[in-house]
């Protein structure tokens, strides 16, 4: 089974993830954000209005102290009385005000006498509009605008009173539009616009609006390629009086949304790139030793065990590298080990210990084996069993030990004739048996040559000169034979009968004949 | 704890008369290297002019500094002033006053003060300089301070309405601006009435139909635009005033309380009858009473 990669998948997978969350997130914020912005805009719409109606108000407030100062002052009141009372000429009066009150916030002035003359002033504007409201009949600081050519004025006035006697009104006046277009100009901040019968009169906008459209519909204007946020201020009031507006335009705001939408962009393409790089560096530090650790594994799982290169790192994975080498060489060590005993348990337990041929365990394990090759290739076994001639006489003349060097030497003797394919076993204490392929004749003429061989090459041991002789039986796989048991049968019959015929021969047997063959000992 | 207070008010007039007579109003920086207390003198402005101008004289006799207030501080506004610091005069705090206007014997007593007439004064009848009046009979000063002349064209004059503009101070008391005109009531009732013989020259130079009156010692100023106009013929001097035929006149006085040190009326004296008042006295057209 390969070994798994999906952390390095997943890994990929959360970084992929990540990146879609984060880039998701940053939209629905510019969403949130652009619709943020012009909620706050409007806000600041009328938050603004309602600061500039208050602004209003407050200096409607010190418009009228200032009138009260004026209106209260001692000197004024006499002067003003000797002029309304007495009846003299209005010199005194205007210079008394003017070295007074000329420091006084105010873009007119005048004094009106109770029965309606002017004592000081000279605007004819602001006469003709007192004339208009007709000031004497309204309460005490009554605030009233007017327009002018080029303003709004809000006017207010106080009367005059000297030892309970009224004696007129002083009125001062502001200019308020001009003031706000100024402001609006030198901040700029939002734009006003002075209306009239649906026309602009002036705007604090750079260039000629006078005379175009105003066309205001649910807060929105629009003017030419340009859109505006706008409210009315509402202080303005009176007959005739052009309405005056405040807005933000579009563009300012679209300007900042643009802005924001190029920070957010900048914003997700860095914080993008910073998350690949993390992703990347996560991948790389943590899937590789990760992967690198799999493979060891998958490897030592499938008996393998792979030279582990050591890490000088000294994170974790470095330490589990190293220590993974450790176990992997300690694996491989004791794998050898266990190899090697298992060699020699399997050598032990297929193996004769004395002269190293199969020993008559294996022989069972064997034969299915060499049978379904032979099969398979169309050939036949032939066993040949072997036996040393009075080897108990060996044995008690020379003693066991010589006994062992006699089989030691006719095994040799016996796997140096045999080839590569033939198989040689002991299967008992001088028996001896050979499984080979060569045929019935074949597996005679190697019979025979062990024989021979076996008999021209006696055991030289020191002084000790042995000669050897042995006998053959050889028969080969009957197709009615069932199992081996019937041939090792067979092939013990024959040898029996080399026996019996002198020893130190070669019999043949099968199943249709008995022959004879070899010398006799 | 009454006297705690009292003596916590001696002392900060004490530390007050140092610390803000010497910087801010001494004339002159005393020569006298007297251990004693300077005298104080204060009250009514027109009286100051006089006493003030005699103060190198006065110090220089008596051997006494004297501090006096009257032009434009806040112990010297008045005759009642004057009166109150007579009455505060006691050892070791030697102080007087000066008037203005004329005592009655009822106040004198009530008060129980010593009045020490200085000089008679003459009160000029004050006009714009614009004015081409210059002259008017005492009936057409009383009428146009009545109202019954309300035109200067009736007088002579310009068509313009007459500004009466007054300074009816110390009502309670005799002569002075009741010289004109026996009481307040008697005054034209839409006329400018003023505290100050400062706010009366102002009202005067800024309209030009205005008549005023202020006492002879009052100094004109540069920026005043007024003059005085002859009544009856007759020119506010002292020789008229002391012929008897200037009409109207106050008196100035010094006031102390009987218990006065010998160096106070000495220095009063020395106003009254030295030979140093004669020529102030030329200066300003008054009177002297006692020389």
Redesign the interface.
């Known amino acids: 089974m390969a070994p798994p990669h999906t952390y390095r998948n997943q890994l990929i997978l959360y970084v992929v993830l990540l990146e879609v969350f984060l880039i998701g997130v940053l939209f629905f914020f510019y969403g949130q954000s652009r619709d943020a912005i012009l909620d706050a805009a409007n806000r600041n719409l009328g938050l603004f209005v309602s600061q500039l109606n208050a602004k209003v108000k407050l200096e409607e407030h010190e418009l009228g102290q200032s009138a009260r100062l004026i209106s209260n002052n001692v000197q004024l009141r006499e002067y003003m009385f000797v002029v309304v009372s007495i009846g003299t000429e209005t010199d005194p009066l205007n210079e008394l005000f003017q070295r007074e009150f000329g420091w006084l916030q105010f873009n007119c002035a005048a004094i009106i006498s109770r029965d309606g003359s002017v004592l000081v002033g000279d605007d004819k504007q602001l006469l003709a509009a007192i004339n208009e409201n007709q000031i004497t009949e309204k309460p005490e600081g009554e605030v009233f605008y007017y327009t002018t050519e080029d303003s709004i004025e809000m006017a207010t006035f106080m009367p005059v009173y000297y030892q309970n006697e009224f004696l007129g009104n002083v009125v001062l006046t502001r200019t308020m539009d001009t003031r706000l277009i100024e402001t609006a100009r030198s901040i700029d901040y939002g734009q006003f616009f002075v209306v009239s019968n649906g026309k602009i009169l002036r705007s604090s906008l750079q260039g000629d609006f006078a005379g175009r459209d105003f066309k205001e519909s649910d807060g929105q204007l629009l003017l030419g390629q340009d859109s505006y946020l706008v409210s009315k201020v509402s202080y303005f009031t009176g007959k005739d009086i052009p309405q005056v507006w405040f807005g933000f335009s579009n563009p300012e705001l679209t300007g900042r949304l643009d802005r924001n939408r190029s920070q957010m962009l900048a914003l997700v393409l860095g914080a993008s790139i910073i998350i690949l790089i993390i992703g990347i560096a996560m991948i790389r530090n943590f899937s590789k030793p990760v992967g690198r650790l799999v493979s060891i594994m998958h490897q030592v799982g499938k008996g393998q065990f792979p030279e582990i290169e050591a890490t000088q790192s000294r994170d974790e994975f470095g330490y589990l590298i190293n220590r993974f080498q450790d176990m992997v060489t300690r694996l491989k060590e004791k794998q050898d080990e266990v190899d090697l005993v298992h060699s020699q348990l399997e050598e032990q337990a297929t193996t004769d210990a004395l002269t190293g041929l199969y020993n008559r365990r294996y022989l069972y394990d064997l034969y299915p084996k060499l049978l379904s090759d032979a099969k398979r290739q169309g050939k036949n076994i032939t066993v040949i069993l072997a036996d040393l001639d009075k080897f108990k006489l060996i044995n008690d003349k020379y003693g066991h030990i010589a006994g062992d060097y006699v089989l030691s030497h006719v095994s040799g003797i016996m796997r140096d004739c045999c080839r590569t394919s033939d198989f040689v076993f002991r299967i008992g204490g001088e028996e001896f048996l050979v499984l080979t392929t060569g045929g019935l004749s074949g597996g005679e003429i190697l019979a025979e040559k062990m024989r021979s061989k076996i008999e021209s090459s006696p055991l030289k041991r020191g002084d000790l000169i042995l000669s050897i002789t042995s006998s053959f039986g050889v028969a080969q796989l009957e197709p009615m034979d069932a199992g081996l048991g019937d041939i090792l049968a067979r092939v013990d019959k024959a040898l029996y009968m080399a026996k019996d015929s002198g020893r130190n021969r070669v019999q043949v047997l099968d199943r249709r004949s008995i022959q004879t063959n070899g010398k006799s000992g | 704890m009454m006297r705690c207070s009292t003596r916590w008010v001696q002392l900060s007039l004490l530390v007050f008369f140092n610390l803000f007579c010497i910087p801010v109003f001494a004339d002159e920086v005393t020569d006298n290297k007297d251990s004693q207390p300077p005298i104080i003198g204060a009250g009514a402005h027109f009286a100051w002019v006089i006493f003030n101008d005699l103060k190198p004289a006065l110090q220089q006799s008596s051997g006494r500094t004297v501090e006096l207030f009257g032009k434009e501080s806040m112990l010297g506004m008045g005759c009642n002033a004057g009166i109150k610091m007579a009455q505060q005069n006691r050892p070791g705090s030697e102080s007087f006053g000066f008037v203005c206007c004329p005592l009655s014997e009822e106040e004198v007593k009530e008060k129980n003060i010593q009045v020490h007439p200085i000089a008679k004064e003459p009160i000029l009848i004050l006009v714009n300089k614009n004015n081409k009046i210059q002259n008017l009979s005492q009936q057409q000063v009383s009428k146009i301070f009545s109202g019954k002349i309300?035109n200067w064209s009736e007088v002579g004059g310009d068509d313009?309405?007459?500004?009466v503009v007054t300074r009816l101070h110390c009502k309670h008391r005799p002569g002075h601006w009741k010289t004109i005109l026996p009481d307040a009531k008697s005054f034209r009732k839409?006329r400018?009435n003023v505290k100050s013989a400062a706010e009366m020259v102002k009202?005067v130079t800024?309209?030009?139909?205005?008549i005023g009156h202020t006492g002879a010692t009052w100094v004109f100023g540069s920026g005043s635009n007024v003059k005085s106009v002859n009544v009856g013929g007759i020119s506010p001097t002292a020789d008229n005033l002391r012929a008897g035929h200037y009409p109207f006149y106050r008196e100035l006085s010094a006031v102390t309380n009987h218990q006065a040190s010998a160096d106070v009326i000495a220095i009063i004296n020395r106003v009254q009858t030295g030979p140093e008042f004669s020529k102030v006295a030329k200066e300003y057209e008054l009177v002297p009473i006692k020389q």
């Open positions: 309300t313009k309405p007459i500004v839409d400018l009202r800024d309209f030009p139909g205005a």
